[in-house]
């Protein structure tokens, strides 16, 4: 398995800002994914980071307003950009140790931005 | 408590009883399918996975059930305990990507 780590575990925003969310996991993983989890809803993919490349983006989210990187096998980051109270939402890392193998997830990252 | 679960579909039962969560799923090409459970405040928790070349898998109190003729998924929990009160999703798998349904809260009264 896999313990996965979220800083911060919730925030509250101003509108207009940027958050940066971290993703730490504790054994080097396969893949790396970024989800979003609007009140209320089920899950849904934002995109796949790739280490030391550009992340693979999922429809309707794009790079300039979730910004995403990975250095290496065990750290990811997630910025949202330019928010709007529409941007509320959970955020969640999760992590694939190898192909085909379980899926886990991070215990999210709570933001409500006014 | 979380805002997670608060539309969602919910299913009531006593304790004790045996509960049934239900999932549709829409692409044939999925070959694995995961059940998860998500407590409140906590990102989603693996139960039981099944994949496509079955149709019944066990595990301790819980039963994953899939029918690919009607593309159906069904998680079948024995004798539930408070504990199991949380919200349920399925997801599906094709080429390492998962597609999460829509999700089901369980709420287990005393």
């Known amino acids: 398995s896999a313990v996965i780590s979220q800083k911060p575990s919730r925030d509250i925003c101003q509108r207009g800002t940027s958050l940066t969310i971290q993703c730490q996991v504790d054994s080097q993983v396969t893949m790396m994914f970024w989800y979003r989890q609007q009140p209320g809803q089920s899950l849904t993919l934002i995109a796949t980071a790739n280490q030391g490349s550009e992340a693979t983006y999922e429809s309707g989210f794009v790079i300039d307003k979730f910004p995403i990187s990975r250095p290496n096998l065990t750290f990811s980051t997630l910025t949202v950009s330019n928010m709007s109270p529409e941007d509320s939402s959970i955020y969640l890392c999760?992590?694939?140790?190898?192909?085909?193998?379980?899926?886990?997830f991070g215990p999210g990252t709570r933001l409500t931005v006014l | 408590g979380e805002s997670v679960g608060l539309h969602l579909p919910t299913l009531s039962v006593q304790e004790g009883d045996n509960s049934i969560i239900n999932c549709a799923y829409s692409n044939s090409a999925s070959d694995y399918f995961i059940w998860y459970k998500q407590e409140s405040g906590k990102g989603p928790q693996f139960i039981i996975d099944i994949r496509s070349n079955m149709d019944k898998r066990q595990g301790q109190r819980v039963t994953v059930l899939l029918n690919k003729t009607v593309k159906h998924l069904s998680l079948q929990i024995a004798a539930t305990q408070p504990g199991d009160s949380a919200v349920y999703f399925c997801a599906e798998r094709d080429s390492n990507m998962l597609t999460f349904g829509g999700g089901t809260r369980l709420m287990v009264k005393p």
């Open positions: 999760s992590v694939v140790i190898r192909i085909f193998s379980e899926q886990f």
